[in-house]
């Protein structure tokens, strides 16, 4: 079989970014039996390697460790890179110097030197992932801000919890997300996005969120959003329609229903009701 290698070279800075500065990325598919060991000049910065069929064996350190699917593996800035391969291997990379942002969390996250963690990806996630052949076609600037982003994703992608969270009772955690839809109800919540907040697979977050509150998130969500609704309705002059949009929903008509679902009142006539009470 014969190697194939594609590189992207990126030459556009991104000094204006708080991302991580990519330097090159690209796809990969050695045959068996291939050696690679960093070359010096590569030392300068990191590398993100995606495995997209098994067969490699990566080295941290002393250890050797296999690759599989969906397996990602980081090399920091500084670290001497070596992997073989025990069949055919086919990947993608990212070469970047990682912003100080990024080091931050991964400090925060007990990452000092390089890790693989093997089954992080999804389908979806590997899928995502070929847009870089696309990025060829873009500007420069476009395509290494597009390339940041994506090699930053794959990275969060793959964290566990940091020590600190670990030792946190998984009550406060999902304490800390009741808390956060409470504060911030105007902002489009999913279910997804707060699992990842507290380290939980989609299903386990919301199972255990509805154990805990007696409500599934979605049901939260609204009932968060409808008790800021009526705060406002009873203390501002503000129109039901903004009210609605300060409450996270685009369409009055629907900011209406689910009210009146809610309290069996129109906003309207909620509001007429309460603040008649509070001024009697």
């Known amino acids: 079989m014969k190697d194939v290698f594609r590189l992207f070279k990126v030459r556009a800075g991104q000094k204006r970014s708080s991302l991580s500065q990519v330097v090159n990325y690209g796809y990969f598919l050695y ?132 020590p600190e969270d670990r030792e946190r009772p998984r009550r406060t955690r999902l304490q800390d997300v009741a808390e956060y839809i409470s504060q911030n109800p105007g902002r489009r919540h999913t279910r997804t996005a707060l699992a990842r907040m507290v380290h939980l697979s989609y299903s386990r977050f919301g199972s255990l969120f509805r154990e805990e509150y007696g409500l599934g998130v979605g049901a939260y969500v609204t009932q968060a959003r409808m008790d800021f609704a009526k705060r406002l309705l009873r203390t501002t002059d503000l129109t039901a329609a903004e009210i609605g949009v300060e409450t996270g929903y685009r369409n009055p008509y629907s900011f209406y229903a689910a009210f009146k679902k809610a309290t069996g009142q129109t906003p309207i006539a909620y509001r007429k009701t309460h603040r008649d009470l509070s001024r009697a």
């Not at 045959?31 to 590569?42: L, V």
């Not at 007990?110 to 992080?120: A, E, L, Q």
């Not at 597009?146 to 090699?151: D, E, H, K, M």
């Open 31 to 162: 045959s068996e039996g291939h050696h690679w060991i960093r070359r010096p000049f590569e030392l300068d910065y990191g590398v993100v390697i995606i495995t997209l069929r098994d067969g490699l064996r990566i080295k941290h350190g002393d250890r050797w460790l296999s690759a599989g699917r969906g397996s990602v593996s980081v090399y920091l800035t500084g670290e001497g890179r070596e992997y073989l391969t025990d069949s055919a291997y086919e990947g993608y990379w990212f070469n970047l110097k990682p912003s100080s942002a990024l080091r931050a969390i991964l400090r925060a996250y007990g990452h000092t030197t390089g890790y693989t963690r093997n089954s992080v990806l999804t389908e979806d996630d590997i899928d995502r992932l070929s847009e870089i052949f696309a990025y060829a076609r873009l500007d420069e600037a476009t395509a290494a801000h597009r390339a940041a982003i994506l090699a930053e994703y794959t990275v969060y992608r793959c964290l566990v919890d940091p």
